[in-house]
């Protein structure tokens, strides 16, 4: 096999930390998600396939995403002897994930115990072409012996979530040729889910049939292996769920989802295999051909970048509003499949510059959840909208209430952020305006984002409170992103937050296309001039230059947060849960998010003063911290400490940074990873329509390339060292741009203008 070091992740030994790479080389496609395991079982195999938004909960458990059948199931004898790498000897292994096919392959030489050398290939896909369908590829090739040799492949319900079982077992069967099908129902919410897997071989059969057990299916067949002669079994396998007929508006019934599946197989049959494979192939193409970021540089980079890529590609929706990306996309069950911040703040702004009409998907899922919002507020005594901290199907709250054990009391630690972590409201509005200042889509805003913007702000304007004396609102026991301060009050991020927050909900409020949302709502002019009094007078804690990362934060004391950062699990292991959370160290950016999300809004003296003072202080236990620091250190022109905050956003995942990758992908540090390359090396912003470009490249790249939707403008930026090149490829209108202190206009008649630049301080 060849590989591309910039383009393929390679896998050199299986069983040095098989979690961690299930996890890397998981395919998806935004609607069926499945993990890298092995087709072969193993021990420490944890098989994973997930449908985005078909949640389950267990009795006394939190609602998760379940884990469907095992559709990669193949059981392999050759000569009598099973195929496992754990015998014999492994001659030759390389696995491959190819970022720009979308494939994962599997090559193996493997010597039984008996001596007989046979050579396998695998490959899988997960389409997106067409996001029922995925596909496997065994090839297996006798390379000293001729014998027999069975396969048996298998769709395996006797999977769990770590040993919760969420489906029950509805009915097995088989259909046309070599075709088998397991229906399954969730035990709680009663989704149907139907699995259709149908078989080709190339090589003579011997003989075939089927069998069925517990939760399970299998097809089989036996073929005498000849020497140097591959037998090839292809495996197309198809997924439908009841929620597909929602969608449509289709009447439920078992008859109906079992007719989709097996009529959507029957027809991937018909173009089979490779012809399936190749129109997947084609529609990676296309994708690549927008979101592609090409550096010049060393190929870890590279390809860091391209993981990010094309892992927040497959997490994504790219037709369903109702769902939203995970915290782990479908990677794994960490956090159980659900919604937080991570998706508005860290993976958001990749799809809103570059795949706008993916990012509005992920606001409409805010608007269709609003019912779990309005009931959430209503719930804890507040008016208008109250978003959860963890969101599922609904937009209840569904973060569960314990975590992990506390070193110094041996009890579990209370998990107190979906009581108090309530500036994900505040997020949501802050993308959307975000949204707004890219696009310009106002009609978007009338129809859906205005109604989520405006209940969140009468949710704000019941929540704070009145402060006599000081003539100020504050708002009392929150948590900000720190999750190490629980319960502070005047948290700086969730404050600020709130005041951007009720002036756009002011704004949107006063323009005519939004008047419907006053009769339903009972919206007044009063209540608009009461959230623009609460908004210049919320009080946001500060001395000097420093904003105060909550009410007495410079009252704490001190912890050498440097001596324990680089190892993860150390300082828990040292101080108490009750030590770390009253003293001065820090999970995650905080106020330095502050800086990344208002980047005008401070000087250039506050943003240091702020840096300098926060960034000794902060573990980064959490992997949405790293990338944040990158861009802000690019902003300050501490261009080394950019690239190796970078550097570390890159190894969270690639080289299991924080040690549990394991158990899912961290899409926000992916998203945060395309952010520190366009926000903050390149130095891209758009603001109220005007993209604006100040560069910081690292020494180590002599230029970048991308690609940024500016309202229905698609432009191509190149950035060198020297100069910044661009080119209007595709739509309407003008843009302004402003690189340096010069300002441009573009349009798709101009052509490509390139400009020599000298970095302005911000």
Not at 366 to 393: C, I, V
Not at 510 to 516: S, T
Not at 573 to 590: F, G, H, M, N, P
Not at 626 to 643: N, P, T
């Amino acid at each position: 096999m060849t590989f591309d070091p910039r383009w393929d992740l390679v896998e050199s030994d299986l069983f040095e930390n098989m979690g961690h790479y299930e996890s890397l080389f998981a395919l998806a496609n935004g609607y069926l998600g499945t993990r890298g395991a092995t087709e072969e079982d193993y021990r420490e195999r944890t098989p994973g396939t997930y449908l985005a938004g078909l949640f389950d909960a267990a009795p006394r458990e939190v609602t998760e995403l379940p884990n469907l059948p095992d559709w990669l199931r193949l059981e392999i004898t050759l000569c009598g002897e099973r195929f496992d790498l754990r015998q014999g000897d492994v001659l030759e292994y390389h696995r491959v994930l190819r970022l720009k096919e979308g494939v994962l392959e599997r090559f193996v030489v493997w010597k039984s115990p008996l001596g007989r050398i046979t050579r396998l290939r695998f490959s899988r896909f997960v389409s997106i072409a067409n996001h029922h369908l995925a596909g496997l590829r065994c090839e297996i090739v006798p390379e000293n012996y001729s014998g027999p040799i069975r396969v048996v492949s298998r769709l395996d319900g006797q999977v769990t979530n770590s040993g919760t079982q969420h489906l029950a077992p509805v009915e097995a069967s088989t259909f046309a040729e070599r075709g088998i099908y397991l229906i399954s129902e969730t035990y709680e919410q009663k989704h149907l889910v139907v699995q259709g897997a149908s078989h080709h071989i190339q090589g003579q059969i011997e003989s075939e049939g089927y069998a069925n057990g517990p939760r399970r299916i299998d097809y089989w067949l036996e073929s005498q292996g000849q020497e140097g002669r591959a037998l090839i079994l292809d495996k197309l396998v198809t997924t439908f769920s009841s929620r597909d007929l929602e969608l449509q508006g289709s009447p439920l019934s078992q008859e109906l989802v079992l007719d989709y599946a097996v009529r959507d197989n029957l027809q991937a049959q018909q173009v089979g295999f490779q012809g399936s494979l190749a129109e997947h192939v084609q529609a990676w193409e296309q994708r690549w051909e927008k979101a592609d970021l090409a550096i010049s540089g060393p190929d870890f980079d590279q390809l860091a970048l391209r993981f990010a890529l094309f892992h927040l590609m497959q997490m994504a929706s790219w037709h369903d509003h109702r769902v939203s990306v995970a915290a782990k996309g479908l990677s794994g069950e960490g956090y159980r499949g659900h919604v937080f911040w991570d998706t508005e703040i860290f993976i958001f702004p990749f799809f809103l510059h570059v795949f706008p009409e993916v990012a509005q998907l992920q606001l409409r899922y805010r608007h269709h959840t609003l019912p779990g919002a309005l009931r959430k507020a209503a719930e804890n005594g507040y008016q208008g909208a109250m978003f959860p901290w963890e969101s599922a199907d609904t937009g209840d709250e569904t973060t569960p209430t314990v975590g992990a054990i506390d070193f110094e009391t041996k009890k579990p630690i209370p998990i107190l952020s979906g009581r108090y972590q309530q500036h994900i409201t505040a997020d949501i509005a802050y993308a959307i305006s975000r949204y707004l200042q890219v696009t310009g889509d106002r009609e978007f805003l009338a129809q859906y984002g205005a109604e989520v913007v405006l209940l969140g702000a009468r949710f704000w304007a019941s929540r704070v409170e009145y402060n006599q004396t000081n003539d100020c609102y504050e708002i009392k026991a929150v948590m900000g992103p720190d999750e190490y301060k629980e319960k502070v009050d005047n948290n700086s991020y969730t404050n600020l937050l709130v005041q951007h927050h009720l002036r756009f909900a002011r704004e949107l409020l006063a323009r005519p296309e939004h008047k419907q949302l006053w009769d339903k709502w009972g919206f007044s002019q009063e209540e608009g001039k009461k959230w623009g009094e609460i908004a210049n007078k919320i009080f946001l804690p500060r001395q000097g230059y420093l904003l105060e990362q909550f009410d007495g934060f410079f009252e704490l004391p001190e912890i050498d947060v440097l001596k324990y950062r680089e190892h993860p699990g150390e300082l828990q292991k040292v101080y108490s849960w009750r030590e770390i959370t009253q003293s001065q160290v820090l999970k995650q950016a905080d106020v330095v998010m502050l800086l990344h999300l208002f980047p005008d809004a401070f000087s250039p003296a506050e943003k240091e003063a702020n840096w300098a003072f926060y960034e000794p202080k902060t573990m980064h236990d959490s992997s949405l911290s790293a990338a944040i620091h990158s861009v802000v250190a690019s902003d300050l022109g501490l261009e080394d400490q950019a690239y190796t905050y970078f550097q570390k956003a890159c190894r969270i995942d690639l080289s299991d940074g924080l040690k549990n990758s394991a158990h899912g992908l961290h899409a926000a540090s992916l998203g945060g990873l395309w952010q520190a390359a366009v926000h903050g090396f390149a130095g891209i912003r758009v603001q109220e329509g005007m993209l604006h470009i100040n560069p910081r490249l690292p020494g180590a790249w002599s230029d970048l390339r991308c690609k940024v939707q500016v309202g229905e403008a698609l432009l191509d930026v190149v950035i060198t060292h020297e100069d910044v090149t661009l080119t209007v490829l595709e739509g309407r209108g003008r843009v302004t741009v402003q690189i340096g202190a010069h300002t441009f206009t573009l349009d798709q008649a101009a052509g490509s203008l390139s400009v020599r630049y000298e970095h302005v301080d911000s």
